[in-house]
């Protein structure tokens, strides 16, 4: 049994949350598909939790902390250099900066286990690409993305979570009950966001893996009180702190 999570972006109430969930059910396994930073006002403090998982792939944004942001709009791209700034000037031993750069350097972009793809976008471009619910009317797409996976595969970065069938059907968590059997056939789940949701609900989302099935979990958090953290940073924008109320 293993926890899946994704797209954290600096909200480290969020992450306690979920950590503390998956603790609870006794799950020691933790996969994390990425965007650790970028939006959130917590960027060092998530990195070095993140560290504890099995498995930490790279995001969009973490690599835009560590590069020149790529195909960012202006209030994300204002986001990653204050996250870049925080990661530099951070009052600690210069040794705590070196291993959180290091951490993120290390980062690979996917991963295959036992049938299992994993990546932050898709399996098609592991960093960039978004695979909306709306792409299932987009054949030629999908087509060539599910001929890049073996059997399963598990990815974030639309903060959207659901799951994605080879037949064009894109199914909600609440369509299937939080629960899917994967059953042979391909298939794409989306984790959703740890950090910043966006499907209409504001909970932090994540999944755990327990043999052939995925299960959805929806974790209660003090999202004030990252809004109320944002709000307080000049370079952040105060809509990134308000919309994660709204799950948007």
């Known amino acids: 049994m293993k926890a899946i999570i994704s797209d954290i972006h600096g909200n480290l109430e969020a992450l306690q949350a979920v950590l503390a969930d998956i603790k609870s059910q006794n799950i020691t396994e933790v996969y994390c598909l990425g965007d650790v930073v970028g939006y959130g006002p917590n960027p060092r403090e998530c990195i070095d939790l993140v560290m504890d998982c099995k498995l930490v792939l790279l995001g969009n944004h973490d690599q835009g902390a560590m590069f020149d942001p790529d195909g960012f709009n ?4 204002r986001a990653i250099f204050w996250t870049r700034a925080q990661l530099e000037s951070s009052p600690e031993p210069r040794t705590a900066r070196e291993k959180r750069w290091e951490f993120l350097a290390e980062r690979p972009r996917s991963f295959r286990e036992n049938g299992y793809l994993f990546v932050h976008g898709s399996a098609r471009n592991p960093l960039n690409e978004y695979v909306f619910p709306e792409d299932v009317y987009n054949q030629r797409k999908m087509e060539r ?3 890049l996976v073996d059997k399963y595969c598990f990815q974030g970065h639309t903060h959207v979570p659901g799951i994605f069938t080879e037949s064009l059907q894109f199914h909600s968590p609440e369509e299937v009950e939080f629960a899917y059997k994967l059953d042979g056939r391909k298939t794409l789940c989306n984790v959703g966001s ?14 755990v893996l ?3 099935t995925i299960k959805f979990r929806r974790v209660e958090y003090d999202w004030q009180k990252t809004r109320d953290k944002i709000h307080a940073v000049p370079d952040l924008d105060k809509f990134l702190g308000d919309r994660l109320g709204e799950g948007r």
């Not at 740890?194 to 999944?207: E, S």
């Open 74 to 77: 202006a209030s994300a791209e």
């Open 145 to 147: 993305i599910f001929a």
């Open 194 to 207: 740890v950090g910043q949701p966006r499907d209409g609900n504001w909970r932090a989302c994540y999944v």
């Open 210 to 212: 327990e043999n052939d």
